[in-house]
């Protein structure tokens, strides 16, 4: 009634969760390009939760059984949430867990957003991939044919050993010498869908 948000007692306006640094790192980056006006920490908060942990959580703030689901949405009412969809292939289905949590996210207010390609990776230009492994990993050799649903920082050792790529190197490298390309797959789609998200949860401050 005061005019107050949350976030200026206690919570951020919205959060968006992720599951980890690298997509914390590429979500900062494509935000700040779509629109230099969201600031992190102000507009929005990212908090992880780990892809490994998706099946305990809900996107409901009346969680049917408190003991089997941790709910986001009471930690805070207004979320997004960034999904790998770990698809091997177009004809791969999306799991139950992250249709779920699609569902629960998408019925509002909040948006789920489930990578068109396998992981964050994959909505990167094959250039800048390259770029970035030749660097940081100057001793090993790409395995990967960089498809919408291969792993793109699959390697191979100089002992012929198949590994993966640091995923935080990669990210810093790719964000600090590049600009990003928003034609690929369904990023703009989704990059607009969270920035208006975003200009929704601080309507005092943005409009």
């Not at 969760?17 to 690298?22: D, K, L, Q, R, S």
């Not at 390259?130 to 050799?141: G, I, K, P, R, W």
């Not at 395995?143 to 990210?171: E, N």
Request: hydrophobic share 40%.
């Amino acid at each position: 009634d005061l005019g107050y948000h949350p976030s200026d007692l206690l919570q951020a306006n919205c959060v968006i969760w992720v599951e980890g640094p690298t997509d914390r790192i590429y979500l900062n980056w494509w935000l700040r390009f779509m629109d230099s006006n969201l600031i992190e920490g102000i507009h929005y908060s990212l908090m992880f939760y780990g892809g490994r942990l998706a099946s305990h959580l809900t996107g409901r703030a009346d969680s049917l059984d408190v003991d089997d689901f941790i709910s986001l949405r009471r930690l805070n009412q207004r979320g997004v949430i960034m999904i790998d969809s770990d698809k091997d292939s177009s004809r791969k289905p999306i799991n139950a867990t992250k249709k779920r949590l699609q569902a629960e996210f998408d019925s509002g207010p909040g948006h789920a957003w489930i990578t068109a390609g396998r992981e964050v990776e994959n909505y990167l230009p094959v250039s800048f991939v390259a770029d970035a492994l030749a660097n940081v990993c100057a001793s090993s050799t790409s395995i990967s044919r960089m498809g919408q649903f291969d792993h793109v920082l699959a390697l191979k050792s100089s002992k012929g050993v198949s590994i993966q790529a640091p995923k935080v190197d990669v990210a810093k490298f790719i964000v600090e010498k590049y600009s990003p390309d928003f034609s690929i797959l369904d990023l703009r789609k989704q990059l607009e869908k969270v920035t208006e998200f975003i200009y929704r949860a601080n309507p005092k401050v943005l409009r």
